[in-house]
């Protein structure tokens, strides 16, 4: 009863019988570029040894630049007496 039913002599689906009258022009594939984990790695290693680079740059120059004030603030406290 609750078995389905098929039919006995199923009907093949329709196929094309002519050709598109402009066929598409064929589309070129891109190349597989395959990543290993390595690779991965050692590009996130490499960025972030730059960006501690960069962010130990970036305190240099401001100490340097606060020293250079003070000492330039102490020079002129000395010049003046």
Do not use: C, E, W
């Amino acid at each position: 009863m609750f078995l389905p039913k098929y039919p006995d002599n199923p009907t093949p689906p329709p196929a094309y019988t002519h050709a598109p009258a402009d066929p598409a022009p064929a589309r070129r594939t891109a190349p597989q570029i395959s990543i290993s984990t390595g690779a991965v790695a050692a590009v996130l290693a490499g960025g972030v040894v730059l960006t501690a680079l960069l962010a130990a740059v970036a305190v240099t120059a401001i100490s340097v630049a606060i020293a250079a004030v003070v000492l330039r603030s102490m020079l002129r406290d000395r010049h003046r007496h």
